[in-house]
């Protein structure tokens, strides 16, 4: 199935991507390309095949719950343009 | 240029023939004179770890560890105490990392000296490095032509001779083709072999650091200090670390290597095709039985990457929405709004299209057609190489299709660019280790091969590169370095 323009702008809100609007022609045509490229999948058999989520098929290692990490949060903050007191500063969101 | 291996700079600093402080000063003043021409750092005026550093050549070095005053760069994709880490993105122009990723804190432990952040793709997303916010890397063996990426600006800086040797990350072959590109050794370790904290993630189940260098020697002496157990990266392995430098002469005779048809399948043109065939012979002159394989799924390994990256891509970035760190536009006053102008202004092209093709393949009712199916596809892949690691020591396969290409020549198509990861993305999708190195010339410009090892035998790739090393010389053929823009070879 092609790749349409609006798919395009949907992708772009789920992805919290703004694109200019010369831009979404040269998306669209990219996309359309690798999504043709990426379509080769479909011709191989993977019947009964297990999908692979590791390399070296290894579970995820847990640890215990143990307070490890000391408070760096004023310095992990300098980062930040926007943050005062502790907090981060962003556009209102409840009225 | 003259260019020392870390192996001569240990005899150098031991004979006492130069300090650390001479050799850091050295390495920096060769950046200031000769990077305007290849832009191969981003970030090069780091203070020296004075720790391990001494300006007295008749005293010890303060710290007598394996690497002290070694100098080395680190792509600028590893975070770094205190020193801007910006991942070739506009996102990260000036974040400052408060810790080191564990990579670069193993290496310090040993008393390697950073001398800077080498320039890279941006968030290590292309094969040219022309995706940089900080601007293409030129290579010292052409300077109209690409070092190859994503780890160009490492690939450069140590084919140049400004620095002995560097960190970069392979991802789908973003160490192995620059090093190819460029004349050098490159080796992608094992997937969980080192530790992935501290490293700016892209694509979590394929992304590994390894090493640029001019040896298969110096490669091995790095990798035994850098790899490792990492309780603080979930992925990492709890393998022990081999010494690595002392399997460099281990007996290769009757050592069996596959070629692949489907590597060797008249797509080579005739002068690559004829250095593959030459290094063979000096492989065989060394004892190395030869053994033609299959792996029959091997072709649809760039179609099966091009959507877990992406996926996996699309996942990692979004945690840069500008508010705790990354670009951040002001005066916008709709909380959406604000995290799309971000990303918008942050993020360069190419990372956008895979953010887009990532959410894509993972958005509602394409999940299982592109996503599930490209994990299947992934173990078919997996299950080939297993099944030739039954019958043979090691595969060997081109690096590349061709030598470095012009900057610019495959900017726009991004497909044709993705091409250029085909014989270097299987040995990711399967987590194996794989060395390229330098087999000789094609019209002025270095060209590669490909040794790709079972899990954690990174020692034979290191042997049998090591070995060939000793009975040829392409590693150390140097690139006349100018100053002006006139092409060298």
Redesign the interface.
Known sequence: MA?TKS??EH??G??????DDDEIPI?LQ??T???E??????S?D?DE????????D?H??L?EDTVIDTN?RD????????AEEGF?K????IE | MERFTVKAIQNMLSNKQINSAELFDLYSSRITDYDQTFNAFITNDVEPNVEYITDDKNQESPSDSALTGIPYAAKDIFCTQGIRTTCGSKMLEDFIPPYDATVIKNLKKQGAVLLGKTNMDEFAMGSSNETSYFGSVHNPWDIERTPGGSSGGSAAAVAAGLAPIALGTDTGGSIRQPAAFTGITGLKPTYGRCSRYGMVAFASSLDQAGILALSAEDTAIFLESMAGFDPLDSTSVEESVPQYSQYLEENIRGKIIGLPKEFFDGSLASPYETLIAESIDSYKKLGIVFKEISLPNIGYSVPTYYVVAPAECSSNLARYDGVRFGYRSQNIEDLDEFYRTNRQIGFGEEVKRRIITGTYVLSAGYYDAYYLKAQKVRQLINQDFERAFESVDIILGPTTQTSAFKLGEKVDDPVSMYMNDIYTISSNLAGLPAISHPIGFVEGLPYGLQLIAPHFKEHHLLSLTHQYQKVTDWHQITPKLSMSSESNN
Do not use: F, G, W
Request: include cysteine; proline fraction near 6%.
């Open positions: 790749i798919d395009i992708l772009c789920l992805s919290k991507l703004n694109l998306y990219q996309m390309d690798i999504l490229m990426i379509e080769q999948l479909q191989a993977t095949i297990i999908p692979m989520a590791h390399p070296l290894m995820q290692r640890r760096d310095i992990y903050q300098k980062n930040s343009l926007n981060y962003v556009p209102k969101v």
